[in-house]
């Protein structure tokens, strides 16, 4: 997320990308704050634990919508 987990620069934008650097390299309380936020980040979202839940009961209603359609059809 820019300026809040890590920095982004349009492509191919040598300047934007030489800023954003120079901005990193001269700011250490900014590299932590964007390092703390981005493991937090990570930790909440891609934790293989709840994403395991979420996908069983992702599955689970697909199969139950499923389940409804195919009853409905005879």
Do not use: W
Request: aromatic content about 4%.
């Amino acid at each position: 997320i820019d300026g809040e987990t890590g920095l982004t620069v349009k492509p191919r934008d040598s300047f934007a990308l030489a800023k954003a650097i120079e901005h990193l390299a001269t700011n250490k309380e900014f590299c932590h704050l964007l390092s703390e936020n981005a493991s937090a980040h990570v930790a909440q979202r891609y934790d293989a634990t709840k994403n395991t839940m979420r996908l069983l009961h992702r599955l689970k209603l697909e199969a139950q919508t499923s389940k409804r359609l195919k009853s409905t059809d005879t």
